[in-house]
């Protein structure tokens, strides 16, 4: 868990680029070998009221609000472990979640992945389900921080870069994509 608030600091700070990704990918994978999957949905569950919602920026609950009330499904894709994004997901009311998933055998992580929702992997994953649920991804909007989701909004017709890290916020500007910035956290503190 350490490991991965500091990973979070990191980015936060400096962004991430695909060394960074694949190098904290294998750190996770060696640290998760035989852990128990109850314990960390358990430990998961109990933290994130206090550590992750109160992280959540208010104009991110509005947007989704909005997307919502015009009857758009709502598509969480994090390559983060399904473990963390499911239940920000069913927080936020989003209706899909697409997330990097461990191997799992006799309740334990192997450290092997079966799916990595990063990159590429990210646009596989969103076209496979906009073929299962019959999603146009021209019609569909994407929001992200990172140019290592850069694959996943070239996919769909309305990119929109979020407190974007300096590259993806390069790449937004000479592509003309929105770019918007979410600072009200919680009980109206700003972010820093």
């Not at 994130?48 to 609000?65: N, S």
Request: net charge negative; glycine share 8%; hydrophobic share 45%.
């Amino acid at each position: 868990m350490l490991h991965g608030v500091f990973a979070q600091l990191v980015f936060s700070v400096k962004g991430a680029d695909h060394n960074y990704m694949d190098r904290t990918r294998d750190q996770l994978q060696a640290l998760c070998v035989g852990w128990d999957v109850a314990l960390v949905q358990r430990i998961v569950t109990e933290q994130l009221p206090t550590l992750v919602y109160p992280l959540i920026f208010t104009e991110a609950i509005t947007l989704i609000t909005d997307h919502k009330a015009q009857g758009h499904d709502i598509v969480i894709v994090s390559s983060s472990g399904l473990e963390v994004v499911a239940p920000i997901a069913d927080y936020l009311g989003a209706d899909h979640v697409i997330a990097t998933e461990m191997v799992v055998k006799d309740g334990k992580y192997t450290g092997e992945i079966e799916r990595y929702a990063y990159g590429a992997g990210k646009v596989e994953a969103i076209t496979a389900l906009a073929s299962e649920h019959g999603y146009d991804l021209d019609e569909s909007f994407g929001f992200s921080d990172s140019i290592t989701d850069l694959p996943l909004l070239e996919a769909v017709g309305h990119p929109t870069a979020v407190n974007p890290d300096r590259r993806l916020r390069q790449h937004a500007l000479a592509a003309g994509w929105p770019i918007i910035t979410f600072k009200t956290r919680p009980n109206n503190s700003s972010a820093a």
